[in-house]
């Protein structure tokens, strides 16, 4: 348990070991470690992916992890590693530093990543050239700090990671928090922006593991936000509201404590458990608590054994 | 001094010769590091984190673009060991064992699949107990392993002497000071080769080949117990994830 640090009373140890047992006995998977041999039965034709190596004709992990056969493919699937791009990607990340015409922006890669200005539309929405008064401006833009969402473009030829957010719905992320978790708890899906509707919040679940939790943003009258910010009263109407801000918390709560019991992270799943929450009377500040951690644990256990028996009924 | 006893034939902490202290490995200590471990052996107790592979913060340390950077940093806590003693930063002995740490797990990681980065190991030794060297690149391995750096195999490392004209497996700090013969040797177990051997005395050519021997098996002990404990860690994780 990395990222929580409990003081567990004894039935509750006991609840959640038997629990987290519970869950080891479920699933059956090949996991290799490093310089485990890699049992491959048609040996003439087989693509060795990510992960594994060739020594003296045997395939060799070179990771720990899970291994993963897609036809003729072999790879090993990493758990605890950082976050490994593909184009088309949702992330996360933050601003380091403005450079020439790009930001750099920390998504828990291997490197940073850069965003260049021409790959971004512009607060007035009109399709030009950038200009220099551009590249002075872009401060106005993202500053450092910056939280932003942005899309996997594709690697340039020198190997460097470039990102592109050329729609309303990507760019700066404001008044909500960013919460940080394993890479390989957020699965890739065909949607990662969320609005719950049922708490006025944005939930972006980015490929990378940086997860935003905050007030939910209209995106379409992008361009009517950007008059509104030149009246002052409209500041005042900017300011979050208190429910909101609960729910927001009280969101990235279940995303910690789903996180530090190392389960994946779904909008289902983050929804149910901060329900379960309000349902059981437990106070914000208390669901980071043993309590409400073991009971996340139990519920893991009983829904996954549901899902069994739904599987087995239908068939 | 006795080191063997000529009758029973034990050590001074009632170990045979070819036996190793108890082992453990831990994995996942340090909650912001991208992998972390800790690694004991018997008394000998070392924590190591890896941060990394992480853009190169300073660019005039990197020597190829096309590789990743490896850094380590070995440092011995002041209550380590008998006399509490504050040590200064970059004194010859950390200095030179950071530098033995980093190029034995250079060897092992494969750089090229991770161009323009680099890789901070930092290893302290929380007890010492003999044989830091070693339980330090162990440590060192398993944090690798836990932040998901691809290496070509498991560096384990052990050390021998050869005391009493016995050899003797995995020195503790009594045996390590009586200025004896001492041997220690990175091994990596699946390839068969040596990545690392050090002795700071003087040694027949045979009696150096049974210590030396000694010590690889005591490196291919500790690579099964490392790869137990790896292979427990990804199951788990595995599991929870569902």
């Known amino acids: 348990m990395r990222d929580l640090q409990l003081s567990l009373n004894q039935t509750q140890r006991v609840r959640l070991e038997a629990a987290l047992h519970e869950l080891q006995t479920v699933a059956p998977a090949a996991a290799v470690t490093v310089a485990d041999t890699i049992p491959v039965n048609d040996e003439d034709n087989i693509l060795k992916g990510h992960g594994t190596s060739d020594q003296d004709g045997e395939v060799v992990a070179t990771l720990c992890g899970v291994v993963e056969r897609v036809n003729k493919l072999v790879y090993v699937r990493t758990l605890r590693a950082r976050y490994k791009p593909e184009v088309g990607d949702i992330i996360v990340g933050r601003v380091i530093e403005i450079a020439p015409k790009r930001w750099r922006l920390e998504i828990n890669f291997s490197q940073d990543a850069v965003l260049m200005l021409s790959s971004m539309n512009l607060p007035d929405g009109i399709q030009r050239r950038r200009t220099a008064v551009d590249e002075l401006n872009m401060r106005t833009i993202f500053e450092e700090n910056d939280v932003i969402c942005a899309e996997v473009r594709g690697f340039q030829h020198d190997g460097s990671l470039h990102l592109q957010a050329r729609s309303q719905k990507y760019g700066k992320l404001e008044r909500g928090q960013l919460l940080v978790v394993p890479a390989y708890l957020v699965k890739r899906r065909k949607q990662h922006f969320h609005h719950l509707e049922q708490y006025d919040v944005d939930l972006i679940l980015g490929c990378n593991g940086f997860i935003w939790v905050g007030e939910h943003v209209v995106v379409g009258e992008n361009a009517n936000m950007m008059e509104n910010k030149l009246n002052l009263s409209a500041e005042v109407e900017n300011f979050t509201p208190l429910v909101t801000r609960k729910h927001i918390c009280r969101l990235a709560n279940a995303v910690r404590v789903l996180s530090a019991l190392g389960f994946t992270l779904t909008v289902e799943l983050i929804i149910e458990t901060a329900e379960a929450s309000v349902s059981s009377n437990i106070e914000i500040n208390n669901m980071l608590g043993a309590e409400f951690y073991v009971q996340t644990a139990e519920r893991e256990v009983k829904r996954r054994a549901d899902l069994l028996r739904k599987k087995s009924g239908a068939r | ?242």
Do not use: W
């Not at chain 2, 117990?225 to 595995?238: D, F």
């Open chain 2, 1 to 242: 001094m006795e080191y063997v006893n000529p009758i029973t034939g034990f050590r001074v902490d009632g170990r045979r010769p070819n036996e190793m202290r108890q082992l453990k490995g831990e994995v996942g200590v340090v909650a912001r590091a991208n992998g972390s471990a800790l690694f004991e052996m018997g008394n000998t107790r070392v924590i190591a984190a890896v941060y990394g592979p992480r853009e190169v913060q300073n660019k005039g340390q990197q020597v190829n673009s096309k590789d990743a950077l490896v850094r380590c940093e070995y440092r011995m806590a002041d209550f380590s060991t008998g006399d509490r003693r504050r040590k200064p930063k970059g004194d010859r002995r950390s200095t030179e064992i950071s530098l033995v740490i980093r190029q034995t797990m250079e060897a092992s990681i494969l750089t090229h699949l991770m161009p323009r980065s680099q890789i901070d190991i930092f290893v302290q030794v929380l007890q010492a107990d003999g044989g830091t060297r070693a339980a330090c690149i162990n440590a060192a391995t398993l944090a690798l392993a836990d932040a998901g750096i691809p290496m070509r195999d498991i560096v384990t490392s052990c050390s021998a002497g050869y005391l009493c004209s016995t050899p003797l497996l995995d020195l503790n700090y009594i045996e390590d000071s009586a200025g004896g013969p001492d041997v220690t040797v990175g091994f990596l177990t699946k390839m068969d080769k040596v990545t690392l051997l050090q002795m700071d005395a003087k040694l027949p050519m045979d009696t150096f080949e049974t210590v030396m021997d000694l010590a690889i098996e005591g490196c291919k002990a500790i690579a099964n117990y490392i790869r137990e404990v790896l292979l427990e860690n990804t199951k788990r994780l595995e599991c929870q994830r569902g």
